[in-house]
């Protein structure tokens, strides 16, 4: 663009050269309407206005201009008694009327305030009566939005004195560093507290706005300021402070929901914590139950008679009798089958040998007794109570061990089907455990194909050992999951994939394995009865299974097995997937498992601590 034509020494002002654009463009505009677009653009008083304005600004700015006077106020008032001695003209009255007018006062005091730059914020004068016998005060002045103070009080049951309870970490309280935990309250506004309730000192508060003072005697020694916490939780269950009659403050508490990540800011009280949602931008930290505080109101709101599902199932039948049952420390199953096959209700048919884990089925009434065992039970299980879990913050990088992923469900729901899915679209990324058993190896199968076959000895050898994450008998034969199959997959760098009962889900979520437990959910039944009107479910004996058609027993089962496992351990699923339609839940069990390897998750501390 060629240079503006200015005199010597002459530098264009931004007015002059917006003025001069259009003529300047001209020659580079080939569209009519684009040049008279710019002119009325350009022409526009209101954008002329805007830099004239802008102009005028830099000019007085740059000749760094001192005010004349720094008390017009004064002079204004000096003014106005002179006036008041004249003669009351027209035109005296009115120039009395606009110096006595708010806004004109208020803006001859800014005026004093910008020229004089005493920007410092001006503290009340201290009280006259002061009793110099008195233990030292503090006069404090926080000026109060929106935003709640951040504090609790309360009254000290001897003296009767209203205290500091507590101070939110990253309120207003907090931030301006003034008032501190034990800090003794003696006015408000000036309104002395000494007879009043901590309530009525709270509607005080709540239905001030500004600037409120504080009268207080300093309790304790002020401690510096300690560091933001980075103990991250998530919690197990949903809060609501607005439902909780224990909490202090009702105001002061923070809701949140099952999931949710917490960074926790205080654990001085053993009580309630002080925490804020992780990622938010608000400072200020609100009130929590405690882990053990929490803990203790679950344990007492659960009845003792509470037991797992299955023992309740069975709990009018003998016990199983068998050497290997342990009341103590497994679970004793009566009419039960070890179930080797689920069912694949897309097509009708079963797939024979793919089970490789082992769940409790009731189908047939006459086999033998069957036993389950895990390394600990589902009453050991119960006696957890999930409030929170210390969390970090996790991604897989590259070439690392991939993470276990345990599917859990009830029985029927296609967990199977799942898996199979997976294994044919990723053969070489996906694999599943081999079992191992005791009986005798049949002519068509191989070692470590269908089966690791190990003697008897050597299998009840390794139960002793804690070598088997579940394992059952069946016609005198053991049958297991180990854990050495789970790393043999691991270490081929292959994503393994588990199936088994969720109260053995606890006894896996260890650094080495760091499981992500997926919960597969059927349906409402209306649907499960639409869905698998055609389908068919595995009841086995050994690997020599019948498939049968699913019955309104088998629907009421699943559901209500999904319900208890979702109440029970519902703590432990990292995804739920309903299982209305096989497509779809495939694609978002594969879409997850995806972002298991590639994203950053909240997993235990221990895990990455380790």
Same mark, same amino acid.
């Given at each position: ?49 805007? =830099? $004239? +304005?802008?102009?005028?600004?830099? %000019?007085? /700015? ?7 006077? #720094?008390?017009? &106020? ?62 030292? =005060? $503090? +006069?404090?002045?926080?000026?109060? %939005?929106? /935003? ?7 009254? #000290?049951?001897? &003296? ?451």
């Amino acid at each position: 663009m060629p240079a503006l034509a200015t005199g010597p020494g002459h530098e264009p002002g931004l007015y002059e050269l917006l003025a001069a654009l259009p003529s300047q463009l001209q020659h580079h505009v080939n569209q009519p309407e684009d040049n008279t677009f710019l002119h009325h653009m350009f022409g526009e008083r209101s954008l002329q206005s805007l =830099v $004239k +304005i802008h102009e005028r600004l830099r %000019n007085y /700015e740059a000749r760094k201009p001192i005010p004349a006077l #720094d008390n017009v &106020t004064a002079l204004s008032n000096d003014l106005s008694e002179v006036l008041r001695e004249k003669s009351a003209t027209a035109e005296i009255k009115e120039l009395l009327e606009i110096l006595a007018k708010k806004h004109v006062r208020s803006l001859l005091e800014v005026h004093d305030t910008v020229a004089r730059k005493n920007f410092d914020p001006e503290l009340p004068p201290l009280p006259d009566d002061l009793d110099e016998e008195e233990d030292s =005060v $503090k +006069i404090i002045r926080l000026v109060k %939005n929106k /935003e709640p103070l951040g504090a609790t009080i309360k009254q #000290d049951e001897r &003296t009767g004195a209203i205290l500091v309870a507590r101070i939110m970490r990253g309120g207003a309280a907090d931030r301006s560093g003034l008032i501190h935990v034990g800090d003794e309250l003696k006015e408000v506004n000036g309104i002395p507290v000494d007879d009043k309730k901590p309530e009525e000192i709270i509607r005080i508060l709540a239905q001030s706005q500004g600037a409120i003072t504080f009268k207080v005697v300093p309790g304790a020694k002020e401690e510096p300021a300690t560091k933001e916490s980075k103990v991250f939780m998530k919690a197990f269950f949903d809060y609501d402070p607005k439902e909780d009659n224990a909490i202090p403050c009702r105001e002061a508490g923070l809701a949140f929901k099952k999931g949710s990540i917490l960074q926790i800011m205080s654990q001085e009280d053993p009580t309630w914590w002080q925490a804020k949602h992780e990622g938010d931008a608000n400072p200020r930290a609100g009130l929590i139950p405690s882990k053990q505080f929490q803990e203790r109101r679950f344990a007492l709101r659960r009845p003792a008679a509470t037991l797992p599902l299955p023992l309740q199932r069975n709990s009018s039948r003998r016990s199983s009798g068998t050497s290997q049952t342990c009341s103590a420390h497994g679970v004793s199953l009566d009419e039960v089958a070890l179930e080797f096959e689920d069912a694949d209700y897309s097509s009708g048919f079963h797939l024979a040998g793919f089970r490789r884990s082992f769940r409790l089925s009731r189908r047939d009434k006459k086999t033998n007794k069957s036993m389950y065992e895990c390394k600990k039970s589902e009453m050991y299980d119960m006696a957890d109570v999930p409030t929170y879990e210390e969390v970090s913050k996790y991604r897989r990088q590259s070439g690392a061990k991939h993470r276990l992923v345990i599917l859990v469900g009830p029985t029927g729901v296609g967990l199977n089907e799942l898996k199979r899915k997976l294994l044919i679209c990723e053969p070489q990324h996906f694999s599943v455990t081999i079992p191992h058993t005791s009986r005798a190896k049949k002519n068509q199968e191989s070692d470590g194909v269908e089966y690791h076959f190990i003697s008897k000895h050597l299998f009840e050898t390794d139960i002793h050992n804690n070598k088997f994450i579940e394992y059952g008998e069946y016609k005198g034969n053991y049958y297991g999951t180990s854990l050495d199959s789970i790393r043999s997959v691991i270490s081929k760098n292959k994503v393994c994939l588990l199936d088994v009962q969720p109260h053995t889900i606890k006894h896996l979520r260890t650094p080495e394995f760091k499981p992500f437990v997926v919960f597969v959910k059927p349906p409402p039944i209306d649907r499960l009865r639409e869905t698998r009107k055609n389908g068919k479910i595995i009841s086995s004996k050994d690997d020599k299974g019948t498939a049968k058609p699913f019955t309104e027993e088998d629907f009421q089962e699943m559901v209500a097995s999904a319900k208890t496992m979702e109440s029970q351990y519902g703590h432990l699923f990292e995804k739920i997937i309903v299982n209305d339609d096989l497509t779809e839940a495939f694609g978002e069990l594969r879409l997850a498992l995806k972002r298991v390897e590639s994203e950053t998750h909240w997993v235990p501390v221990s895990w990455t601590h380790s």
